[in-house]
T-cell receptor, first 112, second 117 residues
Framework: SQQGEEDPQALSIQEGENATMNCSYK?????LQWYRQNSGRGLVHLIL?????REKHSGRLRVTLDTSKKSSSLLITASRAADTASYFC????????????FGTGTKLQVIP | GAVVSQHPSRVICKSGTSVKIECRSL??????MFWYRQFPKQSLMLMAT?????????EQGVEKDKFLINHASLTLSTLTVTSAHPEDSSFYIC?????????????FGPGTRLTVL
């Protein structure tokens, strides 16, 4: 399976703390994306990082990419209760319109 | 940004009936669209790649006669679940690819929740 692995599978933190989620993948990629999904809802695109980028920021989100280790991390700083959701990484392989392969996901709970 | 819509957002049907789900790219043309399925508390699994004007490419284990895909135009792909059964109950999500500087990005629809009674 080409599916990526994420850890931890579940994470529970207090509001205001930082949350870090990791993603590992298996193939050479064109880009890696992070998504959020609230329970029973659709996907919300958070950040896309390309294979030639190492770090990207968006508001309270920071994503890193290490292509040598085939891994990425998503850091949410100063977490809020509204950040409670499942977070998925998704990789797109090199070459044309390649399919996106999702990781197993991390379920984040932010306790107010 | 690019917007992808899905219709319906939620459908409940009786076992044995067929259900059609539409996926539309609203402000761009998508040569390729993808269909995913997500079971409760699980990740998204790709079902098939839908190519405009040609047959869809199905992932291993996905029955092409059960999940009919039609990509009739550059802005519309449909997934028809034929003779639906309770085990087909799931969240179905489509995505559409668009070429941007530096590579391709995919934009996801909001999903369709199918419940088969």
């Amino acid at each position: 399976s080409q599916q990526g692995e994420e850890d931890p599978q579940a994470l529970s933190i207090q509001e205001g703390e930082n949350a870090t989620m990791n993603c590992s993948y298996k193939t050479s990629i064109n880009n890696l994306q992070w998504y959020r999904q609230n329970s029973g809802r659709g996907l919300v695109h958070l950040i896309l990082i390309r294979s030639n980028e190492r770090e990207k920021h968006s508001g309270r989100l920071r994503v890193t990419l290490d292509t040598s280790k085939k891994s990425s991390s998503l850091l949410i700083t100063a977490s809020r209760a509204a950040d409670t959701a499942s977070y998925f990484c998704a990789t797109q392989r090199k070459g044309g319109y390649q399919k996106v392969t999702f990781g197993t996901g991390t379920k984040l709970q932010v306790i107010p | 940004g690019a917007v992808v819509s899905q219709h319906p957002s939620r459908v409940i049907c009786k076992s044995g009936t067929s259900v059609k789900i539409e996926c539309r790219s609203l402000d761009f043309q998508a040569t390729t669209m993808f269909w995913y399925r997500q079971f409760p508390k699980q990740s998204l699994m790709l079902m098939a790649t839908s190519n405009e004007g040609s047959k869809a490419t199905y992932e291993q284990g996905v029955e092409k006669d059960k999940f009919l895909i039609n990509h009739a135009s550059l802005t519309l792909s449909t997934l028809t679940v034929t003779s639906a059964h309770p085990e087909d109950s799931s969240f179905y999500i489509c995505s559409a690819g668009i070429a941007l500087a530096g590579g391709e990005e995919q934009f996801f629809g909001p999903g369709t929740r199918l419940t088969v009674l």
